[in-house]
């Protein structure tokens, strides 16, 4: 079993900043892979960045890419997502997941274990 907590969500402004943390427990976090996803109102969850176990490979969505940034602190078990140039559609419940293969994958079902999420609101 693997317990995933994030934080670090809130409310900023346009162009602004947040970095997410996810912490985990449960299983040795240096061989898991780990992703983030995230779902807005009335939408799909969608992926947003991935990291593999050894962090040697890293995955964003085109929409986040450029302006978001995935890392991991093996030593402190935790994963982060450093967002920066927030905009109003990037608003969404954050997620982050765990995927016991150690890999980097871009779809949720590549994933065996999921936080509660934080929500992160981008205004204009």
């Known amino acids: 079993q693997v317990q995933l907590v994030e934080s670090g969500g809130g409310l900023v402004q346009a162009g602004g900043s947040l970095r997410l943390s996810c912490a985990a427990s449960?299983?040795?976090?240096?061989?898991?892979?780990m992703g983030w996803f995230r779902q807005a109102p009335g939408k799909e969850r969608e992926f947003v960045a991935a990291i593999t176990w050894s962090a040697g490979i890293t995955y964003y969505a085109d929409s986040v890419k450029g302006r978001f940034t995935v890392s991991r602190d093996n030593g402190k078990n935790t994963v982060y997502l450093q967002m920066n140039s927030l905009k109003p559609e990037d608003t969404a419940v954050y997620y982050c997941?765990?995927?016991?293969?150690?890999?980097?994958?871009?779809?949720?079902?590549?994933?065996?274990?999921w936080g509660q999420g934080t929500q992160v609101t981008v205004s204009s």
């Open positions: 449960g299983r040795t976090f240096s061989s898991l892979g």
């Open positions: 997941a765990a995927d016991i293969r150690g890999l980097a994958t871009r779809t949720s079902s590549g994933y065996h274990y």
